[in-house]
């Protein structure tokens, strides 16, 4: 495989590759890319010219059919060949369902209950593995919910599970909105980073929203307004204006919010009565992602196992994302009275919950499935891959002491 092949969905150097060296898209890819922009297009004369970039997002990533995970693209997956374009970790090994089930199968014990929930489920790979690995820990469970917001990816969930997990496929159901109380745990891997983000820019010392608006070319660009002529009626008070106005400087300064993934995680807290909630994403506390010297954002796209930072090329073909701010993640959820479990990183979450163990199950002397698996272990807790990127935040309730995957190294204090 080569070195370049393996781009996990986060962390590339956005100039690494300039979108002019990505592959072209198929014609019918295009055709469907078009039909997305020429409703974004209209969608924006309607609105006066300019769009918020969070809306422009939304629809680039869900605008049913079309969108980029509500459309046909394959997504996730190894390689550029087969046509994905990122990997994730459960993509990439069943080592790590595997491990986070021994976090949840502690946390549905400690909690007393027996349900699953999982948001964004992606291929199923994840759901698959962690019912056969509560099940092979002797873990009861009754149920196994899946929350997404494409379509097109539920087939693919029912698919995976019907040929890795057939006998609990009948556990499993998917949801199309959300109970109002739930018992159990609920798991979430870079749920976060996918949902829309708003943009900002400061210039020349003033805060100016980043909105979208079509060029003499026809096609897409950035457009900046004073931000406190927008949305936010009370700017001082409001999750942006206050968040940027503590950026200290005067220098030219990008940064995202992220009020969707705030009122995601206050939904998901509310709901969840008794039980644990895992998200597992790329990211940094505020400190680390408000950081004067941090002066581009996060904001990244996927295509083909390319990382680049042109969100207009494309839409509806390509992922958009940005890193999670888990500062603002934890006051969500704790505002709505749950507890906050722990923080880390990826590695030392794995590592506190046996993922060691789980790879000392494989027999090193069977060279075929071990050798495989230990580099994905690798991948998985080295810090110059996922390891430290990559962060764990989790809530409680009715959880009265902590869990073995956040015992060592808890960085809850950071936040
Ligand atoms: C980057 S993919 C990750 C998929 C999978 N969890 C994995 O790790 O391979 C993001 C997923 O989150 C889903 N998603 C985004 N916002 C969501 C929401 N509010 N509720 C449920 N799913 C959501 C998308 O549809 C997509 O399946």
Redesign the pocket.
């Given at each position: 495989m080569p070195e370049d092949a393996l781009i996990y969905?986060a962390g590339m150097n956005p100039k690494a590759h300039e979108p002019a060296s990505l592959p072209v898209p198929e014609p019918i890819a295009l055709a469907q890319s078009e039909a997305l922009a020429a409703t974004l297009r209209a969608e924006i004369a309607a609105a006066g010219g300019w769009l918020p970039f969070d809306r422009y997002m939304e629809r680039a990533l869900y605008a049913p059919g079309l969108g980029y995970?509500s459309g046909g693209s394959r997504k996730?997956g190894l390689l550029a060949d087969d046509g994905s374009d990122f990997v994730?970790?459960?993509?990439m090994s069943p080592l790590f369902a595997a491990t986070l089930a021994r976090a949840v199968g502690e946390a549905l014990a400690a909690s007393g209950t027996r349900a699953l929930m999982e948001?964004?489920?992606?291929?199923g790979r994840?759901a698959a593995g962690v019912m056969l690995a509560l099940e092979a820990l002797g873990v009861p469970f009754d149920a196994y919910s899946i929350?997404?917001?494409?379509g097109e990816?539920r087939e693919r969930q029912r698919e995976t599970i019907a040929q890795r997990a057939p006998h609990l496929l009948e556990r499993v159901q998917w949801l199309d909105a959300l109970p109002e109380r739930f018992e159990g745990v609920v798991i979430?891997?870079?749920?976060l980073?996918?949902?829309p983000v708003r943009l900002f820019a400061r210039k020349d010392a003033v805060w100016h929203e980043r909105g979208v608006a079509v060029g003499d070319a026809g096609g897409f660009v950035f457009s900046d307004r004073p931000a406190m002529s927008g949305r936010d009626a009370d700017w001082a008070q409001s999750v942006p204006g206050s968040v940027l106005a503590a950026i200290d400087g005067s220098d030219d300064y990008v940064a995202e919010t992220h009020e969707a993934a705030l009122a995601?995680t206050r939904t998901v807290c509310a709901m969840l009565t008794r039980g644990a909630a895992f998200f597992i994403d790329y990211g940094f506390p505020e400190s680390e992602y408000y950081h004067p010297q941090r002066v581009q954002g996060t904001l990244m796209c996927h295509y083909r196992h390319r990382a680049h930072d042109d969100p207009f090329l494309y839409p509806g073909l390509q992922?958009i994302t940005a890193h999670v701010e888990f500062s603002g993640i934890a006051q969500a959820g704790v505002e709505t009275g749950a507890d906050l479990l722990g923080y880390t990183s990826q590695a030392r979450f794995l590592m506190n919950a046996g993922i060691t163990e789980v790879l000392g199950e494989i027999d090193p002397r069977d060279v075929v499935r071990f050798m495989p698996a230990a580099n994905a272990v690798q991948k998985l807790v080295s810090e110059a891959e996922m390891g430290e990127l990559f962060k764990v935040i989790a809530f409680s309730r009715g959880i009265d002491s902590t869990i073995a995957a956040f015992a060592r190294g808890d960085r809850s204090h950071t936040l």
């Amino acid at each position: 495989m080569p070195e370049d092949a393996l781009i996990y969905n986060a962390g590339m150097n956005p100039k690494a590759h300039e979108p002019a060296s990505l592959p072209v898209p198929e014609p019918i890819a295009l055709a469907q890319s078009e039909a997305l922009a020429a409703t974004l297009r209209a969608e924006i004369a309607a609105a006066g010219g300019w769009l918020p970039f969070d809306r422009y997002m939304e629809r680039a990533l869900y605008a049913p059919g079309l969108g980029y995970y509500s459309g046909g693209s394959r997504k996730f997956g190894l390689l550029a060949d087969d046509g994905s374009d990122f990997v994730t970790a459960p993509e990439m090994s069943p080592l790590f369902a595997a491990t986070l089930a021994r976090a949840v199968g502690e946390a549905l014990a400690a909690s007393g209950t027996r349900a699953l929930m999982e948001f964004g489920a992606g291929t199923g790979r994840l759901a698959a593995g962690v019912m056969l690995a509560l099940e092979a820990l002797g873990v009861p469970f009754d149920a196994y919910s899946i929350v997404d917001l494409s379509g097109e990816l539920r087939e693919r969930q029912r698919e995976t599970i019907a040929q890795r997990a057939p006998h609990l496929l009948e556990r499993v159901q998917w949801l199309d909105a959300l109970p109002e109380r739930f018992e159990g745990v609920v798991i979430g891997n870079e749920v976060l980073d996918a949902m829309p983000v708003r943009l900002f820019a400061r210039k020349d010392a003033v805060w100016h929203e980043r909105g979208v608006a079509v060029g003499d070319a026809g096609g897409f660009v950035f457009s900046d307004r004073p931000a406190m002529s927008g949305r936010d009626a009370d700017w001082a008070q409001s999750v942006p204006g206050s968040v940027l106005a503590a950026i200290d400087g005067s220098d030219d300064y990008v940064a995202e919010t992220h009020e969707a993934a705030l009122a995601f995680t206050r939904t998901v807290c509310a709901m969840l009565t008794r039980g644990a909630a895992f998200f597992i994403d790329y990211g940094f506390p505020e400190s680390e992602y408000y950081h004067p010297q941090r002066v581009q954002g996060t904001l990244m796209c996927h295509y083909r196992h390319r990382a680049h930072d042109d969100p207009f090329l494309y839409p509806g073909l390509q992922d958009i994302t940005a890193h999670v701010e888990f500062s603002g993640i934890a006051q969500a959820g704790v505002e709505t009275g749950a507890d906050l479990l722990g923080y880390t990183s990826q590695a030392r979450f794995l590592m506190n919950a046996g993922i060691t163990e789980v790879l000392g199950e494989i027999d090193p002397r069977d060279v075929v499935r071990f050798m495989p698996a230990a580099n994905a272990v690798q991948k998985l807790v080295s810090e110059a891959e996922m390891g430290e990127l990559f962060k764990v935040i989790a809530f409680s309730r009715g959880i009265d002491s902590t869990i073995a995957a956040f015992a060592r190294g808890d960085r809850s204090h950071t936040l």
